[in-house]
């Protein structure tokens, strides 16, 4: 405990011991205060007492911080005579959030404790490990896989946490994307690929991922990404779920199986088999993982004892194929719950059948209404009724066993709204009680059901008779919110034998001279078309505006006007009218 230094004298330590043996002495009142953490030196933060003392001529109160290790005393001045409280050094939310002081008045009344809370601000931008990372992306890589980017840390609190992440420049003809999860309180980043690469066409993209955090303005980040694109391996392993969670009891013995992740690999040989292990950047970096994983089969045990009760270990798991020269990976979650082995009812009291093609948690957007998803069997459970949660296109049906359901499809799914569902089957007592919840993602898997669509359905372009001349440059772009190839767009013309697209970046090129007979307006269409199977289609109007670059613009034959109005003068009165010849 530390008293202010203006006050460490015999006589101030023999008062202070005689108040604190008095009867009552340990009684105290809270005064709650708050300072941004940005505020300037002088700053005046309260009083440690709502009311004024009588007199200021003299000590009104012994000040004493009872934190040793806080960095209150340091920063905080307090005038013993008006307890005015000000700030006389800097002040850092994240290192600590809240001071406290002890103000005891010199007449025996009751100790005031001080609490200030020290306000946080947006001071921290979001920071990534590295400045620069090398990725090596084979050129058959397909649609859709995924590679693991460091993902950012804001030191800031919530509030000003990470909003999200984007490429803000490299990524020629849109052929990467950013995939997010999220976490607790963490947001991880994936590159996934978005357009089929060509190494002849382009080996190299230097791409620049950018991260915002929630302030108003926000403060940002920066990672640059090299990836080199090279000939290889061309299938990444898919996980059969998009979701692994288990319970395990807290007395279970080193050794003991907890679940078995697995993924599978359209190539052959080496390219197709599989290792697991994993992450090395774990959502908790700081505790410690006590399982551990076969890298051969995927299975997953327990590698140290004891477990304690209540812990939720949430962990990354990698699946890497042995391509050459370049492995791919994908990643998936994984939930594992620590239970009371006297507690009741687990996740194993539900058996889940997935009835898709390929038995995984993932459907086509198209499937139609009735299509029958699921079959789930509740064991142990009485009269508890199951009820399904996340969708309303999808609905539980009770077969004639009552302890059996069936998922089905009924209504219209639509992966552009909504990729994922979070689905959650509850069983629920007669009381209403929740008695178990077991949580699921189903996937949406894209169909091309969209068309790309244009901005504008006309575009007015100017374009000079030479194309020796200066020439604008316009690139016309549509968008198409399908996913993958489905959502891959390519540009031509229709009507003109005057003018190139280019097919993939839309831009739009003059071939050869426009003589003067061919007039002074071009229409054509633009048609941009999805790389679907079977694809669809979009038009625009263009009108091309054919000009003179010789010729002169208009101009007055006076620099100044003067012109007389009536002040009584009509709305829409013509004041000038200038016509040249």
């Keep these: 405990m530390k008293m202010n230094s203006f006050l460490i004298n015999p006589v101030v330590v023999t008062l202070f011991i005689f108040l604190s043996g008095l009867p009552g002495a340990s009684t105290e009142v809270e005064r709650h205060l708050e300072v941004s953490e940005l505020a300037p030196l002088g700053h005046k933060i309260g009083h440690v007492s709502d009311q004024v003392p009588s007199s200021v001529d003299k000590a009104n109160f012994y000040v004493v911080f009872p934190e040793s290790d806080s960095m209150a005393e340091k920063v905080l001045s307090v005038n013993e005579k008006t307890g ?3 700030l006389q050094g800097e002040l850092d939310h994240e290192k600590e959030s809240r001071l406290i002081l002890l103000a005891i008045p010199t007449d025996g009344s009751t100790t005031i404790k001080v609490i200030i809370e020290v306000q946080d601000e947006n001071d921290n931008p979001p920071t990534f490990p590295v400045n620069d990372i090398n990725l090596d992306i084979s050129e058959y890589a397909r649609i859709d896989t995924e590679f693991v980017l460091p993902s950012a840390v804001d030191p800031d609190s919530e509030k000003y946490s990470i909003r999200k992440y984007f490429i803000s420049g490299g990524n020629v003809n849109n052929v990467f994307r950013l995939a997010t999860s999220k976490l607790n309180s963490a947001v991880y980043v994936d590159l996934v690929v978005n357009g089929q690469l060509d190494r002849e066409y382009r ?13 108003d303005p926000p403060k940002r980040g920066k990672l640059n990404v ?9 299938n990444a392993p898919e996980f059969l779920q998009s979701r692994y969670s288990a319970h395990l009891p807290s007395n279970a013995t080193v050794g003991t199986e907890v679940v078995v992740v697995r993924a599978k690999d359209a190539d052959a040989g080496e ?3 599989i290792s697991y292990r994993f992450s090395e950047n774990q959502p908790n970096s700081h505790e410690f993982n006590p399982f551990k994983i076969n890298s051969e089969t995927g299975g997953i045990t327990v590698g140290t004892t004891p477990l304690p009760p209540g812990n939720i270990y949430e962990l990354i798991v990698i699946a890497a194929d042995h391509g050459v020269p370049q492995a791919l990976e994908s990643t998936v ?10 507690a009741g009812a687990t996740r194993n009291d539900i058996n889940l059948v997935w009835l898709t093609e390929d038995g995984s948690a993932r459907i086509l957007e198209s499937v139609t209404v009735g299509y029958v998803l699921a079959r789930i069997s509740v064991r142990g459970h009485g009269n508890d009724g199951l009820v399904l949660s996340g969708s309303d296109s999808l609905c539980l049906k009770q077969t004639d066993s009552p302890s059996v359901y069936l998922v089905l499809v009924c209504g219209i799914l639509d992966r552009e709204l909504n990729p994922e569902l979070d689905l959650s089957f509850v069983l629920k007592d007669s009381g209403g009680q929740t008695t178990l919840d077991h949580p699921v993602i ?5 169909v091309n059901d969209n068309a790309p669509e244009w901005n504008q359905s006309e575009y007015r372009l100017s374009f000079v008779h030479n194309p020796e001349d200066h020439q604008s440059v316009y690139r016309l772009l549509a968008t198409d919110p399908d996913f993958g190839e489905n959502a891959r767009i390519r540009y031509s013309l229709e009507g003109t034998e005057k003018f190139f697209i280019d097919p993939e970046t839309g831009l739009l090129l003059i071939k050869e001279e426009l003589d003067c007979g061919i007039g002074k307006d071009i229409k054509f269409q633009v048609v941009a078309t999805d790389n679907g199977n079977p694809p669809l289609k979009s038009y625009a109007r263009v009108l091309i ?23 009584d003068s009509d709305v829409s009165t013509c004041l000038l009218q200038k016509l040249r010849p």
Excluded: C, W
């Design 84 to 86: 005015e409280i000000l």
């Design 203 to 215: 080996d190299r993209y230097d791409l620049v991922v950018e991260v915002i955090d929630r302030g």
């Design 226 to 234: 090299h990836i080199q694109i090279l000939d290889a391996n061309d």
């Design 271 to 273: 390219n197709a088999r």
């Design 333 to 342: 979650f994984l939930t594992i719950n620590i239970q009371n082995p006297n």
């Design 442 to 446: 189903l996937e949406l898997m894209d």
């Design 545 to 567: 505006d054919v000009t003179d670059s010789k010729s002169k613009p208009p101009s007055f034959d006076k620099s100044l006007y003067e012109v007389v109005v009536k002040e």
